[in-house]
C-alpha cells in the first residue's frame, strides 16, 4: 500500500525541475556573490536570476525589493521586530488579529517585553478580519498592522486590500504573513498594497531553509542580522545561494502552474467536503466558504481527539495534521479554532487535511474510507459519544 | 514519539467500554485540558472483578486507560488504590514529558472510581464527578512546561525558563 501524504502543509516535496537546479548547482562550485572577481560574479548573476523570479512570482516592481532570508519564520520576525526597533520614536503600538500564526504572536509578545502595546482584532465565524475593526484599532500611536494574508489552519484569506486602505490613509505601516499564500494563490504586492510581506520557498516546491521578505521601497526596517552589506543592506551575511537558486527555479514553476495547480487542489478539495457526509456525520467545516485557499480542508469531527485520528490514520499510510492541543505539545486548544468560536473539545478533534500536486481523487477516497473507520473506533472509546452525532 | 507498549495499547486497547450496573464510576478531566477519562468499575468482596473505561483523548490517554485497567483488574481495593499515576507510566515503558502531564488522569479516574464505590456503601450516595475541577498531582509527579520540557510548579501558568505563557488549567 502506497503512503498518502495530505499533510502538505507541513512539509512539500521538492519538485524534480527544483532538484536538478540544486545539484546543479552544488557542482556548480558558486563562490561569494559580494566577491570582485568572476567567481563571486558567477554566483553574484545566479543570485540576481533567482531574485528576479521570486520578484516576479509576487509582481514586486523591481527585484531589489525582495530580501532573501532563512524562511518564513525569519521574515515574519524582520518584518515585525525590524519595525518595531526601526519606529519606536514615532510610537509603541501594533494591530494583529486574533488568529496568527505563533511567528508572529510569539515576536509580538516579545516586544511587549519591550513595552509596545498590541491591539489583537477578533474575526468572524469564518476567520475574517473586518478592516472597520482594523481603523478603530488604529491611534496616532500605531507604528505598524500585521495580519495574515491566509491562516495555516482553516485556510481563510483576508481582505489584505481593504486593511491596506485603512493603512495608506492612517500612514502606518502594514505587514502580510502571506507563508501559505505565496506560490499557491495569485499574490500581487502592488495591488495588496502592502509595504512588507513575508512568504516561504518550500509553500510552493523550494527547499526549506530559504523564504523572502517584501520590503517596499521606502519603508524603514532595521535588519534581524547586522553585519555585511548582503541584500542591499537589509540582512547581513553570505547568502544560502543553493536554497535560493532553488528557490527561484520553484518560483518560477508556481507562475507557470499556478491555474493548473489551483484548479487541480480545488477538485480535490470540493470532493472531500461533498463526499464526506457520506463516510461520518458529526463535523464541523471550518474557514471562509469562498475565500479560503485551494489546497487546505478544515474539519473537526465531534467526540474524537486529533491526535488519536493522526495516529491510527498513520498506521494505514495516510499522513494529514491536526491541531488537537495534544498533538501540537502546548496543551492548549488551538486559539485560531477558538477565536471562530469552535468548543474546546470539537476544537481537539480538529484534522487539516493539505493537498499537494501528486495527490488524486482515489487519495481523498481512501484517505475517507480510513478516516470512517478511526472515527467510529474512537467513538467507541469516547465518552463524550451517545450514538449519534449531528451535523451543525 | 512514542513506546511500542503505548502504541500497543493505543492501537488495541483492553477494556473498553460501559458497565451499566456498575458498582464504582470514577469521571476525571475536562476538554480544556484535553483529555476526559471514564472509569466504571465492579466489585465483589473487595475486589476489581471487572473494570471498563471510556477516554476521549490523545495516544497517550488511550494508553495509559488501557494500561490502567490491566493493572487494576483482578486487584483488591487496598492494592488498587496504591496504584499510581507514574506506576502506569512505568508499566507503558515512559511517556513523553509533556504527555506525562496530560495523560496524569488515569490512577485518578481509578480511584475516583473506588471513592465512589465505598461512598456508595457507606450510604453516602455518589461522590462528585470531578469532570470541572483541575486533575490533582497527589502521586508525586511534576508539571514540566509544554515548550521547553523545563520543570514548572504546580498551577503556574508562565514558563520563566522560556517564558512562555501556559494554559491555566494544567
Redesign the interface.
Known amino acids: 500500500m502506497t503512503a498518502i501524504n495530505l499533510d502538505h502543509l507541513s512539509a512539500n516535496p521538492l519538485l524534480p525541475e527544483v532538484k536538478d537546479a540544486m545539484i546543479e548547482a552544488i557542482r556548480a562550485d558558486y563562490g561569494n556573490p559580494s566577491s570582485q572577481h568572476r567567481i563571486g560574479d558567477r554566483a553574484a548573476e545566479a543570485l540576481d536570476a533567482a531574485r528576479q523570479s521570486v520578484a516576479r512570482l509576487i509582481n514586486s516592481p523591481t527585484s531589489k525589493e525582495v530580501v532573501f532570508t532563512s524562511g518564513g519564520t525569519e521574515s515574519v520576525n524582520h518584518a515585525i521586530k525590524g519595525v518595531a526597533l526601526a519606529h519606536s520614536d514615532r510610537g509603541k503600538h501594533i494591530v494583529t488579529s486574533n488568529i496568527e500564526h505563533n511567528a508572529v504572536l510569539r515576536s509580538l509578545?516579545r516586544l511587549k517585553?519591550l513595552d509596545f502595546k498590541v491591539t489583537s482584532v477578533p474575526v468572524d465565524e469564518y476567520g475574517r478580519v473586518n478592516p472597520a475593526d482594523v481603523a478603530e484599532a488604529v491611534t496616532d500611536q500605531t507604528i505598524l498592522v500585521t495580519i495574515m494574508h491566509s491562516n495555516n489552519e482553516i485556510g481563510t484569506v483576508q481582505p489584505i486590500e481593504e486593511i491596506a486602505a485603512v493603512t495608506r490613509e492612517r500612514k502606518v505601516i502594514f505587514h502580510t504573513d502571506a507563508v501559505d499564500s505565496v506560490g499557491v494563490i495569485p499574490v500581487d504586492v502592488q495591488k495588496l498594497g502592502v509595504n512588507l510581506l513575508s512568504f516561504s520557498s518550500n509553500t510552493f516546491y523550494g527547499p526549506t531553509g530559504v523564504g523572502g521578505l517584501y520590503v517596499r521601497r521606502g519603508t524603514k526596517v532595521w535588519p534581524l542580522l547586522d553585519g555585511g552589506v548582503q541584500e542591499h543592506n537589509k540582512r547581513a551575511g553570505t547568502e544560502n545561494l543553493l536554497g535560493i537558486i532553488g528557490m527561484g527555479v520553484a518560483a518560477e514553476a508556481a507562475l507557470r502552474d499556478m491555474d493548473r495547480r489551483i484548479a487541480h487542489a480545488s477538485g480535490l478539495r470540493g470532493k472531500l467536503m461533498e463526499t464526506l457526509p457520506q463516510y461520518i456525520d458529526g463535523f464541523i467545516f471550518n474557514g471562509h466558504p469562498e475565500e479560503v485557499l485551494p489546497n487546505l480542508v478544515s474539519v473537526s469531527i465531534k467526540?474524537?481527539?486529533g491526535?488519536?485520528i493522526v495516529?491510527?490514520l498513520d498506521?494505514e499510510g495516510i499522513a494529514v495534521s491536526t491541531r488537537?492541543?495534544?498533538?501540537a505539545?502546548?496543551?492548549?486548544?488551538s486559539h485560531v479554532l477558538l477565536s471562530i468560536g469552535r468548543?474546546?473539545?470539537d476544537a481537539?478533534g480538529t484534522l487539516v487535511v493539505s493537498f499537494g500536486l501528486e495527490n488524486t481523487e482515489e487519495d481523498v477516497i481512501r484517505f475517507l474510507e480510513a478516516l470512517k473507520g478511526t472515527v467510529k473506533t474512537l467513538r467507541?472509546?469516547?465518552?463524550?459519544y451517545n450514538g449519534e452525532a449531528v451535523n451543525e | 514519539m512514542y513506546s511500542e507498549t503505548v502504541m500497543d495499547h493505543f492501537r488495541n486497547p483492553r477494556n473498553v467500554g460501559v458497565i451499566k450496573d456498575a458498582d464504582g464510576v470514577g469521571e476525571v478531566g475536562n476538554p480544556l485540558c484535553g483529555d476526559m477519562m471514564t472509569i466504571y468499575l465492579k466489585i465483589e468482596q473487595e475486589r476489581i472483578r471487572d473494570i471498563k473505561f471510556q477516554t476521549f483523548g490523545c495516544g497517550a490517554a488511550i494508553a495509559v486507560s488501557s494500561m490502567l485497567t490491566e493493572m487494576a483488574k483482578g486487584k483488591s481495593l487496598a492494592d488498587a488504590k496504591k496504584i499510581s499515576n507514574r506506576d502506569v507510566a512505568k508499566a507503558l515503558e515512559g511517556l513523553p514529558k509533556n504527555k506525562l502531564h496530560c495523560s496524569n488522569l488515569g490512577a485518578d479516574a481509578l480511584h475516583q472510581a473506588i471513592q465512589d464505590y465505598e461512598a456508595r456503601i457507606s450510604g453516602k450516595g455518589k461522590a462528585e464527578p470531578k469532570r470541572k475541577e483541575t486533575h490533582e498531582h497527589t502521586h508525586g509527579d511534576k508539571c514540566y512546561c509544554p515548550y521547553c520540557d523545563a520543570e514548572v510548579p504546580e498551577g503556574e501558568t508562565f514558563c520563566s525558563a522560556c517564558q512562555n505563557d501556559l494554559v491555566e488549567i494544567h
Open positions: 509578545r517585553l467526540y474524537v481527539e491526535e488519536s495516529l491510527m498506521d488537537s492541543a495534544c498533538a505539545g502546548a496543551l492548549q486548544a468548543e474546546f473539545a481537539q467507541e472509546i469516547s465518552p463524550l
